[in-house]
């Protein structure tokens, strides 16, 4: 039956069904799988995990290996719009058609000798971007952890070198309630003898005692690598090799100095087996994309994208907004999930948001407009809110976007963030769908 499916709208529907929580931690079924599908990688693999920069770092990897001419593949998740996103090959997302053979890989292994392993919608869909990537003749394979580390499927794969970036309280529920479980967790991607970077400035101490334990190659921020800059140029130095007189990376933001700093680091950890030249390191940081990262759409009024889901991350959106500048009115679009912590979230980025549109989430996981909206007010109580601050709820990100357009002056500026759904929401093709009011 289940080779009838022949389209990856079918596959991921049937992936949807066959699970009945969206995560399951645990390696047990999803390795026994890849064992059954022999799968392997012939070619350098880099994991990279932590709560926030890991796309960003992945992105840049990717872009300097490509500078240098590799053939890169990236997994990464979620996705913004579309599902092809998740898989990147040599700098292009993966077309739908190419991945369904892969879709029936597993569904085979799954089921083969009547033994059928249960797997969750993330489980199945790795393994079969996981057996697209090992049959694609690339050259370098960078890895997004989907969730922690130790527990999750892309952990499965023996990687040659790992990247941790900053490290924040998020899922609490399957990580733990503080920073030095959660590092426990994502120090599992670590292997013994093999280089782990770990680009968070000031990181759990359970990170460096797992990699002390693990006997890993560990090298630190500030310690085995470092940047330094002003505000036209920036530097980086590791162990035996720096770069000066940089341009700043393309993706926008303080915060990305730091993710740039770990994707160098885990380059030199690995430059007996993949070299890249200066020239490379500068093209590659100068041309890097990835949307809904403090993505800046040109037009007036100004329109910021950021999948800003978290506390920390929310004060890095804070701080990259703080420095674009005056605008005379901020409107923000607010979509986010039922489970995060949004009193910090709003503490963080309120006083620089003079209208709040709060959507409706097409997920079940996601928090009401309406219940943002009481969140929000509960808070500006307690806060002792002394201006007054107008709020709207919407139905679809689309909607609320829409409204900020209407309502904003070519002068103001508009912010969509909270999730990757309250991004995607206004997303086609990677560029915003706005109405004629907006000039860009």
Request: glycine share 8%; aromatic share 6%.
């Amino acid at each position: 039956m289940h080779t009838t499916i022949d389209t990856l709208e079918g596959w991921l529907a049937h992936c949807e069904r066959l699970h009945p929580h969206p995560i399951e931690m645990g390696l047990e079924r999803v390795s026994e799988v890849a064992r059954r599908m022999a799968l392997r990688f012939d070619c350098p693999v880099i994991t990279v995990a932590g709560t926030n920069g890991k796309g960003s770092t992945c992105a840049m990897l990717e872009a300097i290996a490509r500078e240098a001419g590799y053939r890169t593949g990236v997994y990464s998740s979620p996705h913004l719009v579309h599902f092809e996103e998740r898989c990147r090959l040599r700098g292009e997302a993966v077309d739908a058609s190419d991945l369904i053979a892969h879709f029936a890989a597993v569904e085979s292994a799954r089921t083969q000798n009547s033994a059928e392993i249960s797997l969750s919608y993330f489980e199945f869909t790795t393994l079969a971007i996981l057996h697209l990537m090992s049959q694609a003749s690339l050259d370098v394979v960078i890895l997004e952890v989907g969730l922690g580390g130790r527990l999750d499927a892309t952990n499965i794969i023996d990687a040659d070198c790992m990247v941790i970036t900053s490290i924040d309280v998020d899922h609490v529920e399957y990580l733990g309630p503080d920073r030095e479980s959660i590092g426990r967790e994502k120090a599992g991607i670590m292997r013994t003898g093999k280089p782990v970077i770990v680009s968070d400035p000031m990181p759990p101490q359970s990170v460096i005692d797992h990699a002390r334990e693990m006997g890993a190659d560990l090298w630190r921020f500030g310690e085995d690598f470092n940047f330094s800059g002003d505000k036209q140029q920036w530097g980086w130095a590791g162990r035996g090799r720096r770069y000066a007189g940089m341009a700043y990376p393309a993706l926008r933001g303080a915060n990305q100095l730091i993710n740039a700093s770990g994707a160098l680091a885990a380059l030199e950890a690995l430059r007996d087996r993949i070299p890249v030249t200066a020239q490379a390191v500068r093209n590659g940081l100068s041309m890097v994309e990835l949307p809904g990262r403090f993505q800046i759409i040109p037009g007036q009024p100004a329109l910021v994208l950021d999948v800003a889901h978290n506390p920390h991350s929310v004060a890095a959106l804070t701080a990259n907004l703080d420095a674009m500048g005056y605008f005379p009115t901020t409107h923000a679009v607010l979509g986010a999930m039922a489970d995060k912590d949004l009193g910090p979230m709003l503490a963080k980025v309120a006083p620089l948001v003079d209208r709040w549109y709060f959507t409706d989430l097409p997920t079940a996981r996601a928090a009401t407009a309406a219940g943002l909206q009481q969140k929000w007010n509960a808070w500006q109580m307690v806060a002792g809110g002394r201006r007054t601050v107008p709020t709207a709820t919407f139905a679809s990100p689309q909607a609320a976007l829409d409204a900020a357009v209407a309502a904003a002056a070519p002068t103001d500026r508009i912010v969509v963030f909270g999730s990757f759904y309250t991004v995607g929401g206004v997303l086609i093709n990677g560029t915003p769908r706005l109405h004629s009011k907006h000039l860009g």
